[in-house]
């Protein structure tokens, strides 16, 4: 895995995405590209994966856009949200709620297809 030193995931808010096919471990695949979500001092980087230990993904689940996660002081980061009815599929960024524990944050939410 190598990190590409001009690649930044803010760069990428804003943005849809027409396949997101969920999450697995720390790895998340949007469109053609797989990231990684790596802890770096108890908060959370997103890299572009390129390394052998990528996950397998199998068909595309949903249609997201990136957004940005920080609306309060206790949580700084970014979420996946469903453009069809705003269901949050992925939370990554760094939790401040306790103020003696920064924690890093990695919340894959799959729907529950028996109520959709």
Known sequence: MTKSDDFDFEDLVGEEFDFFYGAS??????????????EDDDS??????????QPTFGLPIARVVLERDDNDDEFVGYKLTDLHDEHCWLRIGTDYSAPWHVQAIFDYTPKDLDHV
């Open 25 to 38: 471990e720390r790895f998340f695949k949007l469109d053609d590209t797989i990231y990684e979500a790596i």
């Open 44 to 53: 959370m980087e997103v890299i572009i994966s390129e390394g052998p230990k």
